[in-house]
């Protein structure tokens, strides 16, 4: 059974500071996605990665994928308020099926 | 834009009654996926589909079902509401194959009472 874990499960963070959230998962795939969620609000993608090695930015956010280590890290750089949100990483165990870690959520303070 | 809607955004029902959560897409895809959300436990997934008239089990398939008549809906029902479905819905979607993102609707928060 296809486990995800991420960490840490909350982040308090200083505006203009860098953080990395990691997303580890138990068995082997080479799809993985990350998705936002604001409060009261549904998920919105963020990012697909598709391979051993991918790397995708936007903005602020950067995401990378290490399917030999298990390991997705998304990279905040410079933190603003707006990005304050619960960020999730998803994995695709089979045929479109993905299984989601339990989120972690970022608070970024003045 | 994709865009995924869910028939209500809240619900309040009682225990024991039939409860029918709709989603609709329109960006034609292939597959459609319901999940629940708790605090502490991320997105389970519930039910998924293929295709109209298909379904598959997904992680935590007690206490509902699914109908999948047409190829843009998917419903999702709880045959007899207990209080521990009290949680938010969420209905996805997304192409055939397994590299495209799912596209979220906004959500359903069912409370049992």
């Known amino acids: 059974e296809l486990k995800v874990e991420q960490n840490p499960l909350f982040l308090s963070m200083q505006e203009g500071k860098n953080y990395t959230i990691y997303c580890n998962y138990s068995t082997t795939s080479d799809r993985l996605y990350w998705y936002r969620q604001d409060p009261g609000k549904s998920l919105e993608s963020l990012f697909v990665?598709?391979?051993?090695?991918a790397v995708k930015q936007e903005g602020r956010l950067m995401a990378s994928l290490d399917t030999k280590a298990r390991l997705s890290t998304l990279h905040i750089t410079a933190a603003v308020h707006d990005l304050s949100a619960t960020y999730f990483c998803a994995v695709d165990s089979a045929a479109s099926k993905l299984t989601f870690g339990t989120g972690t959520r970022l608070q970024v303070t003045l | 834009d994709v865009k995924v809607t869910q028939s209500s955004r809240y619900l309040v029902k009682r225990t024991g009654e039939k409860v029918f959560l709709e989603c609709v897409q329109d960006?034609?895809?292939?597959?459609m996926f319901w999940y629940r959300q708790d605090p502490g436990l991320g997105l389970r997934l519930i039910y998924f589909s293929y295709d109209v008239k298909m379904k598959e089990k997904g992680d935590i398939p007690e206490g509902y079902s699914v109908s999948r008549e047409k190829k843009e809906r998917f419903s999702l029902i709880l045959e007899s509401a207990s209080t521990n479905q009290t949680s938010m819905y969420l209905c996805?979607?997304?192409?055939?194959?397994?590299?495209?993102?799912?596209?979220f609707g906004p959500g359903t928060r069912l409370t049992v009472l």
């Open positions: 990665l598709l391979s051993n090695g």
């Open positions: 996805a979607s997304s192409r055939w194959g397994n590299t495209d993102t799912q596209y």
């Open positions: 960006m034609d895809h292939e597959n």
